[in-house]
């Protein structure tokens, strides 16, 4: 399913919203209950540095900007670029 998204008329910039992969969701649930930074940081360093991780990324990130959730971005945005492109 990875990379589908589903179609809702008129919503998301293209109206095409990510379908989160089960790897995604852990990291939208984890995210949005710990609270200390260094925490969230050391768990998403684990990761493997892959295409599907970005994906699993930037589409956990939309899901928190769709909900409003400011600081759990900060956390993942932080941590994602900073390894990412290290």
């Given at each position: 399913?990875?990379?589908?998204?589903?179609?809702?008329?008129?919503?998301?910039?293209?109206?095409?919203?990510?379908?989160?992969?089960?790897?995604a969701?852990?990291?939208?649930?984890?995210?949005?209950?710990?609270?200390?930074?260094?925490?969230?940081?050391?768990?998403?360093?684990?990761?493997?540095?892959?295409?599907?991780?970005?994906?699993?990324?930037?589409?956990?990130?939309?899901?928190?900007?769709l909900?409003?959730?400011?600081?759990?971005?900060?956390?993942?945005?932080?941590?994602?670029?900073?390894?990412?492109?290290?």
């Open positions: 399913m990875r990379g589908q998204g589903w179609k809702y008329g008129s919503g998301f910039v293209d109206g095409i919203f990510p379908v989160l992969s089960p790897v969701h852990q990291i939208l649930n984890f995210v949005r209950k710990e609270v200390d930074p260094n925490i969230v940081w050391a768990a998403l360093d684990t990761l493997p540095v892959t295409h599907e991780t970005w994906d699993d990324l930037v589409n956990v990130a939309v899901q928190l900007r909900n409003k959730q400011w600081d759990p971005i900060a956390l993942v945005s932080k941590s994602c670029f900073i390894s990412f492109i290290m």
